[in-house]
């Protein structure tokens, strides 16, 4: 079983600023990481999969990186809408979800 | 365009049974894998299972294995989720979702097992 740890567990950050947001899996992935957003209410929404593709209609704020075993999720410069809960998810030949990241407004 | 459309859900005491229903349109529903995740209030999201797309391969989280069962009608375009032995532990929000990206999914449908 896969295990993906996302650290840290909160940011709190202002409009404008660069969030950085990490993902780390137990044992090797070979990249198969995908960055999910999630607000209040809502399901998640796929923004970034494997080696830092954006998904449709993702703005170019959002970039990710992706090696064996970790996968940072990058938001060069927040806007309001982008404070919500984020989520790394593994898609190899099992699937796992880290424990999110809270991007909060400081 | 691509829609997921869930139904069933409810109130369900503990030991009851219940089926999730995902009704999809928009894309070429035979070609893909399909999942189901769940997500308890408050709480972050858990993969529950997902299911080939000819509907003869299935993995399912520790948590589920041998209470729930995926399956799949190719023909109506849909997934299930069948959901025995319910525990107060599987109230939750569930979403179906194509899998493996997880590019579209449901609406999600509430959950709530309890006496």
């Known amino acids: 079983e896969i295990v993906l740890t996302q650290s840290p567990g909160t940011l709190s950050l202002s409009p404008g600023d660069r969030a950085t947001l990490s993902c780390r899996a137990s044992?090797?992935?070979?990249?198969?990481l995908a960055w999910f957003q999630q607000k209040p209410g809502q399901a998640p929404r796929l923004l970034i999969y494997?080696?830092?593709v954006r998904a449709t209609d993702v703005p170019d704020r959002f970039s990710g990186s992706a090696s064996e075993t970790d996968s940072t999720l990058i938001i060069s410069r927040l806007e309001p809408e982008d404070f919500g809960v984020y989520y790394c998810h593994h898609y190899g030949s099992t699937r796992a979800f880290g424990q999110g990241t809270k991007v909060e407004i400081k | 365009q691509v829609y997921l459309v869930q139904s069933g859900g409810g109130l369900v005491k503990p030991g009851g049974s219940l089926r999730l229903s995902c009704a999809a349109s928009?894309?070429?529903?035979?070609?893909?894998?399909m999942m189901w995740i769940r997500q308890a209030p408050g709480k972050g999201l858990e993969w529950v299972s997902f299911i080939s797309s000819g509907g003869t391969y299935t993995r399912y989280a520790d948590s589920v294995k041998g209470r729930f069962t995926i399956f799949r009608d190719n023909a109506k375009e849909s997934v299930f989720l069948q959901m025995d032995s319910l525990r107060v532990e599987d109230t939750a929000v569930y979403y179906c979702?194509?899998?493996?990206?997880?590019?579209?999914w449901g609406q999600g449908t509430l959950v709530t097992v309890s006496s």
């Open positions: 979702a194509k899998d493996p990206l997880g590019d579209y």
């Open positions: 928009g894309f070429s529903f035979s070609d893909y894998y």
């Open positions: 494997g080696e830092g």
């Open positions: 044992q090797s992935v070979n990249s198969f």
